[in-house]
């Protein structure tokens, strides 16, 4: 069945860095384009970035823009998100999700990422 | 980026039907009839419900349904059941290419 699995979540200090994976199996995964989308605490959905199934195109939440990079590996299945320059904002749970064209259609459990100092 | 407008909550009894609306712009909900929805149980991931306004994935409830009027769309469960209650969250393509989410609905089955 189709699978997404993230890994990478911590904690860190403001000002530092992380990068997430998720692992895909259980579909053709350099056909489809993924997305990251986060949840703080105890609120709702927010939208990260999308990447194309071909990593040519990429595309931002204003909040990340500049700071948060996703890129892909087709030949290792996986997702990535490089996030530079943390802020407490960041705090969230991290889920990839794959791209069904115009929707989310599967979804991993997501990671949790705490910055704080 | 200005996050799609939904109700904090609704409420129904089992049996009843509710509805969720979301509002958003002439750039996002109103240009595309790209509209998702969302249902997140407490500690899981969120499962998509409705897909292309009114589309139901394979294996999702007929009891789901949704509409889209200028730049609101709707979500309604029908003969509601005490699994329906969850947060709901829609979502739109918009015309930055990006994917904007609304606020979220808390739906307590009475």
């Known amino acids: 069945q189709v699978q997404l699995v993230e890994s990478g979540g911590g904690v860190v200090q403001p000002g530092r860095s992380l990068r997430l994976s998720c692992a895909a199996s259980?579909?053709?995964?350099?056909?489809?384009?993924l997305h990251w989308v986060r949840q703080a605490p105890g609120k709702g959905l927010e939208w990260v970035a999308v990447i194309s199934y071909d990593g040519s195109s990429k595309y931002y939440a204003d909040s990340v823009k500049g700071r948060f990079t996703i890129s892909r590996d087709n030949s290792k299945n996986t997702l990535f998100l490089q996030m530079n320059s943390l802020i407490s904002e960041d705090t969230a749970v991290y889920y990839c999700?794959?791209?069904?064209?115009?929707?989310?259609?599967?979804w991993g459990q997501g990671t949790t990422v705490t910055v704080s100092s | 980026q200005s996050a799609l407008t939904q109700p904090a909550s609704v409420s129904g009894s089992p049996g009843q039907s509710i509805t969720i609306s979301c509002t958003g712009t002439?750039?996002?909900?109103?240009?595309?009839?790209?509209v998702s929805w969302y249902q997140q149980h407490p500690g899981k991931a969120p499962k998509l419900m409705i897909y292309d306004v009114s589309n139901r994935p394979s294996g999702v409830s007929n009891r789901f349904s949704g509409s889209k009027s200028g730049n609101t769309a709707s979500l309604t469960v029908s003969g509601l059941q005490a699994e329906d209650e969850a947060d709901y969250y829609c979502?739109?393509?918009?015309?930055?290419?990006?994917?904007?989410f609304g606020g979220g609905t808390k739906l307590t089955v009475l």
């Open positions: 999700a794959k791209d069904g064209f115009t929707s989310m259609d599967v």
């Open positions: 002439s750039s996002d909900v109103g240009r595309y009839n790209y």
């Open positions: 979502s739109s393509y918009t015309s930055s290419s990006t994917r904007v």
């Open positions: 259980g579909f053709t995964f350099s056909s489809d384009g």
